[in-house]
């Protein structure tokens, strides 16, 4: 039972990143995914959120309209689509896996919006 996330990096503001979580292990086309991410010292915190079917989606309220979360059931993956991107969103993304008996964590790609 895994999540790999991949696409983190070093981007300017107003620049975009695309990362991707590719789950193994379970059936990841009946898990509810989120997108985490987190800085050193402070929670957690809920940025993106797809269900199994694709019809129910949150954004935390700082992204919406600047991030885009989607998946792909038949390559496992989730992804989150970030454009515009501003200093404030410099973290660690983490991709999430619920709902579905299990909940599952991967290991974190660090995304750093800097000039």
């Known amino acids: 039972v895994q999540l790999v996330e991949s696409g983190g990096g070093l981007v300017q503001p107003g620049g975009s990143l695309r990362l991707s979580c590719v789950a193994s292990?379970?059936?990841?086309?009946?898990?509810?995914m989120s997108w985490f991410r987190q800085n050193p010292g402070k929670e957690r915190e809920s940025v993106a959120t797809i269900n199994s079917a694709a019809d129910v989606i949150y954004y935390k309220s700082s992204v919406k309209g600047r991030f885009t979360i989607s998946r792909d059931n038949a390559k496992n993956t989730v992804y989150l689509q970030m454009n515009s991107l501003k200093p404030e969103d410099t973290a660690v993304y983490f991709c999430k896996a619920w709902g579905c008996g299990l909940e599952v964590w991967g290991q974190g790609t660090p995304v750093t919006v800097s000039s």
């Open positions: 292990g379970f059936t990841f086309s009946t898990c509810t």
